[in-house]
């Protein structure tokens, strides 16, 4: 095999398959990274793969010599990642898989393994398609992957549900205290089983769709992407890179019959003069319990946050408000309502309550149809 | 070297069966334990000298007391009672000292160097501050007098109940050396039964150990074994010391496979980590899970939850979907251990709860 490219090429793609190399691999060949160079298309691939999250891509790149190899993913970043800018040659004999890299400063020889144990990334035969715009795909993952529960027990809590028919897509997202929902439109399906339009709705790992996230802003193409479902897996393909991932299994929750749909409370507020208050008054909830009270004024036209951390002290802001309905004290985590604000992106947000034990929704006014639904911390003397 | 130190440390006489042996006059000079039924599988809190007798001690499940002693006298904690008296006694120590540092209700180090009556002999401000407690509370307590906390620990323990021991700066080097490594502080069963095994049964075997062998040998305690069997113990005593976290964990003679054996175990030493946070008046938000397999290594599992963790139910549901994500299947295990941390202290009067969604379909969180 001999190749070669340039340092920052490699550099980048390998930073990305490397986030889909296990720390601690079950087999040995994880660690590696799969580096495929083919002599007809003059493409360059490489792959990382845990055995639920698969990443592959590549790029163009100078080849003399076809061949396929592994080589270890730490190290090899480490290096590369190090090398100075320019074109670099990689070289290894036929059979063997010591590899040189040599660059303008220097070489370095690196020992990899055969590539014949390392595991195929799935495939597909049947299955459904859905074609989708890389703006809605953003928007969904954005609105949604921050919800997601980070505890590992929780099992498919720790994904995003995505659920597709003829109209739309929609992505949900729920810790169990605050559950966050993406409704996106127009997309093409096809099933290749038969003749309806695609309608399904799988479960994938938050981890995944963090990686397809990233991929997808560092390398945004034109065309809409290919998703692929069967029972067990997600294929994502578009240009030169592929994501695969498991499945998470289980019944996601019924989580629409969550959502209130009459509220006796709203209010209206500016997005970012509300953030700037809550992340002032986050320095001192963070000290104690992270807990934030919002005091709603019909008359006055305002709400007050306010922010009691025992022993540590105490803070107050008022945000000019339209508030309808009724006066209200409802207290809650900062950390959720800040991360709900910061996945929007319109100048106005809307907050809809009935108690201050009921679940409260925010909603961006105008643009994208994002419900995000937050559990209140009840405060009792 | 900074001057000789004083340190005393007091212990209270088997300090919940005592007091529920003064208030009931029908327990006096019976066999008596504080802690959960047997029936409800708890553990020994505390017991009783009588209790003693048969073979009782405290982390003990209270089902394997009952067996030893079927007399035995169960009797439910009252914390309330336990911190008042706890209370009288701090209020005691500060009479002569504010270098005080608690260790539990009925438990502290005072570092007398200086002290607020400046009186030169710390084993008499040991013994006033025994009469006073015994006047004042009915209450029995056991002082050890040293150069530092390991010594004064060992020492009030070895003349107990009601005792009063000295080991004094120039045969300090001398005790230790005798000293069966079973009685030093912080060296447990498991540990001293591994050091017998390794020919070390007394200060003066430890003694002959390199520090590096020690450290090899057992760990990052093994610098703490390197000090005492020379007598050495700098730490100071701490007035504000700030509990962190409050954890109980027990290691096993014989490595642990059966996963109902593991999470028995699990369950007593839950319910002693329950009894401790109970009697620190606090709540948790942090649960961690201690495995240590056959093989010594060691890994720790944890969670963090929104709510206050201050019940058996949740402490156990925790450590349950913990141990799902160790191997405890595929290895032997050889210590269990279950900490709380991110403590909340409950003298608050306001209490917060995040409230959580109420999935149907039999899901819970």
């Not at chain 1, 083919?38 to 061949?67: A, H, N, R, Y």
């Not at chain 1, 014949?116 to 989708?132: F, K, M, R, S, W």
């Not at chain 2, 394997?64 to 008042?84: D, G, M, N, S, W």
Request: proline share 4%; glycine share 6%; charged share 25%.
């Amino acid at each position: 095999m001999k190749l070669i490219c340039t340092q920052n090429e490699l550099n980048t793609h390998l930073s990305l398959v490397s986030r889909a190399v296990p720390s601690r691999p079950s087999h040995p060949v994880l660690a590696n990274v799969l580096l495929n160079a083919d002599e007809d298309s003059q493409q360059v691939s490489l792959t990382g793969f845990d055995l639920s999250l698969g990443v592959q891509t590549s790029f163009k790149g100078q080849v003399e010599e076809g061949g396929i190899l592994t080589l270890p993913a730490k190290l090899l970043s480490d290096i590369v990642s190090r090398l100075p800018d320019g074109e670099i040659i990689l070289d290894g004999e036929a059979d063997e898989t010591l590899v040189t890299l040599t660059c303008a400063s220097g070489r370095y020889q690196v020992r990899g393994m055969g590539a014949e144990e390392y595991p195929e990334l799935p495939t597909i035969a049947d299955g459904q398609v859905a074609y989708l715009p890389i703006e809605a795909l953003l928007e969904g993952l954005r609105g949604s992957l921050f919800a997601t529960s980070s505890d590992e027990t929780k099992q498919v809590l720790t994904g995003v549900h995505i659920a597709v028919d003829a109209d739309g897509m929609e992505f949900a997202a729920t810790d169990g205290h605050r559950l966050a929902v993406v409704e996106t439109e127009n997309l093409e399906t096809e099933d290749k089983g038969g003749t309806d339009k695609a309608k399904f709705d799988v479960t994938v790992p938050g981890k995944a769709l963090r990686e397809l996230e990233r991929m997808i802003q560092m390398n945004a193409s034109a065309e809409p992407i290919a998703v692929r479902f069967d029972q067990g897996q997600l294929i994502v393909q578009w240009d030169n890179q592929r994501l695969t991932s498991r499945l998470l299994e289980g019944q996601y929750p019924n989580y629409r019959q969550l959502i209130p749909k009459q509220f006796s409370r709203q209010l209206t507020v500016d997005r970012r003069v509300f953030i700037s208050a809550l992340e002032r008054i986050a320095v001192l909830a963070d000290q104690k319990n992270s807990i934030v009270k919002l005091n709603l004024s019909v008359a006055d036209q305002e709400t007050v946050l306010s922010v009691d951390a025992q022993d540590v002290g105490s803070g107050r802001e008022t945000v000019p408000s339209q508030i309808s309905g009724e006066d209200l004290e409802i207290a809650f985590n900062v950390k959720y309502l800040l991360e709900g604000l910061k996945s929007f992106d319109t100048a106005e947000v809307q907050m809809q309550c009935n108690t201050s034990t009921s679940p409260s929704i925010l909603t961006p006014l105008g643009s994208l149809k994002m419900t995000y639904l937050v559990m209140p911390v009840q405060v009792r003397s | 070297m900074d001057a000789i130190r004083k340190i005393i440390h007091i212990d209270m006489d088997a300090f919940y069966a005592s007091v529920e042996q003064r208030d009931e006059p029908r327990y006096r000079g019976k066999p008596l334990v504080v802690g959960g039924l047997p029936q409800q599988r708890g553990v020994v809190a505390a017991a009783s000298y009588e209790a003693r007798k048969f073979g009782i001690h405290s982390a003990m499940p209270s089902r394997t007391a009952y067996q030893k002693c079927p007399t035995l006298i169960f009797v439910k904690p009252r914390f309330e009672v336990y911190h008042a008296v706890s209370r009288q006694i701090r209020e005691i120590f500060h009479r002569y000292t504010d270098q005080v540092e608690p260790l539990a209700l009925d438990e502290a180090y005072l570092d007398v160097t200086q002290n607020k009556q400046e009186k030169p002999s710390a084993t008499l401000i040991a013994q006033e501050i025994k009469a006073q407690i015994l006047q004042e509370t009915g209450l029995t307590a056991s002082a050890g007098i040293s150069i530092n906390k390991f010594l004064a620990k060992v020492a009030s323990g070895f003349d107990k109940p009601n005792g009063l021991y000295l080991i004094p700066p120039d045969a300090a080097v001398a005790f230790v050396e005798t000293l069966p490594i079973e009685k030093f502080h912080g060296i447990g069963q498991v540990t001293a039964a591994r050091m017998h095994e390794l020919g070390i049964h007394t200060g003066k075997d430890l003694k002959q150990w390199t520090e590096l062998d020690l450290v090899a040998q057992f760990g990052k305690v093994g610098h703490y074994y390197y000090k005492i069997a020379r007598a050495q113990d700098d730490r100071p005593v701490e007035p504000n010391r700030i509990r962190r976290s409050i954890g109980a964990e027990n290691s096993f003679a014989e490595d642990l496979g059966d996963r109902t054996t593991i999470l028995t175990e699990l369950e007593q030493i839950a319910q002693l980590v329950l009894q401790r946070l109970t009697e620190s008046k606090a709540t948790a938000r942090t649960l961690t899970l201690k495995v240590k397999y056959a093989d010594y290594q060691q890994i720790t599992r944890s969670r963090t939850l929104t709510t206050p963790i201050q019940d058996l139910e949740t402490i156990l549901k925790l450590t349950h979907e913990l141990l799902a994500i160790t191997e405890v299947d595929r290895r032997n295990v050889r210590l269990l251990g279950i900490t709380l941390s991110n403590l909340t202290p409950n003298n608050s009067d306001i209490h917060y709860q995040q409230l959580t969604l109420s999935f149907k379909q039999g899901f819970t969180i």
